[in-house]
């Protein structure tokens, strides 16, 4: 093993985020993996010691494959499993940070982020992010490069870095996520996901009403439920409307008079919004429920037939293209 440069040899890291590094990989670390690029999270960063506060660096990350073996996610067991060989490996890159290179006192002045650092699934990417199989596992790796002044300085390359692994940042590289459990983690430590923690689905109040005025709060739309009076698209006025779509639209404006004790079990969240009993459990409303008495489809409504081979998609909108 070479002896190394005066300059690394004493070089520390730090891994930050330790103890959220540990939690992920304690369920099993997975990392999105796009066509355009994703960025980690939870994002590598490390805090530098021991540098030459006048010399310069460079900083930069890989990715190696953790063993020759491609994983699958059996759901029934929540476990990762051996799926098959390997795929073949991806073009080898490596991501420099944006600020190298840069003298050691600068980067032991504050925490370095890699968060610039996208993965991607891409073969043909030319956007220089890191390429990585879909279902493999990895392990980033950490370097501290300093540069040599020396013009001879290919001779000494050995010498003139250090590289630092933490097995507590290996993952799997996915498309979407597959344990639920990771999921919830991000959403739960992910700045980014603010959203999705402002209206969580177990602090859904059970009024419709109520829900609707949660929702309002997060879209900064006003919670009362307004029906836009436009005409169709295709229609004057809604004189020309076809008899069938006045009478389903009069449903919407005027819905029947229905007493809770006539509704069936699954239609209980469905009851009129001005309802003053006590609050109702939340059921998911779908499309078909808008009214009472509608039925479910597996599908949405196909689109209306037509006697021509061939239709223009606009054909639905005219009163022509729609039959009674």
């Not at 490390?46 to 996610?73: E, N």
């Not at 980067?107 to 890699?114: A, D, E, G, L």
């Not at 199989?133 to 300093?146: G, L």
Request: hydrophobic share 35%.
């Amino acid at each position: 093993m070479a002896r190394k440069n005066q300059c690394v040899s004493g070089v520390t890291v730090q891994l930050e985020m330790r103890n959220l590094w540990e939690e992920f990989n304690s369920l099993g670390t997975e990392m999105i993996v796009t066509k355009a690029g994703r960025r980690m999270f939870p994002t590598f960063q490390v805090k530098i010691s021991g540098m030459d506060p006048l010399a310069d660096y460079v900083l930069l990350m890989d990715f190696v494959p953790l063993d020759d073996k491609r994983y699958r996610y059996a759901f029934h067991s929540s476990a990762w499993l051996v799926a098959g060989k390997a795929d073949p490996a991806t073009p080898g890159r490596v991501h420099f940070h944006p600020d190298s290179p840069a003298k050691g006192g600068q980067w032991m002045r504050q925490i370095v982020s890699f968060d610039k650092l996208k993965l991607t699934n891409n073969l043909m990417d030319d956007n220089g992010h890191i390429i990585l199989n879909s279902m493999h596992r990895y392990q980033p790796r950490f370097h501290v490069v300093v540069v040599d002044p020396r013009p001879d300085s290919e001779r000494y390359a050995q010498e003139n870095f250090k590289s630092f692994i933490f097995t507590e940042t290996q993952f799997i590289a996915v498309t979407a996520y597959q344990n639920h459990r990771i999921t919830q983690l991000k959403i739960a430590s992910n700045p980014f996901a603010k959203g999705f923690r402002e209206c969580e689905p177990d602090d859904w109040p059970g009024s419709p009403g109520q829900l609707l005025g949660c929702l309002s709060r997060n879209s900064g739309a006003a919670p009362s439920v307004q029906i836009q009076k436009t005409p169709e698209k295709g229609f004057t006025s809604n004189h020309h409307l076809p008899p069938s779509l006045l009478r389903e639209a009069s449903h919407l404006h005027h819905p029947p008079p229905v007493t809770p004790a006539s509704l069936p079990d699954v239609c209980i969240a469905r009851r009129p919004l001005n309802e003053s009993s006590g609050a109702l459990p939340y059921k998911h409303l779908s499309y078909h429920s808008i009214y009472v008495g509608a039925r479910a489809r597996a599908a949405p409504y196909t689109l209306p037939s037509s006697r021509a081979t061939s239709f223009h998609a606009l054909n639905i909108y005219t009163a022509g293209g729609y039959e009674q």
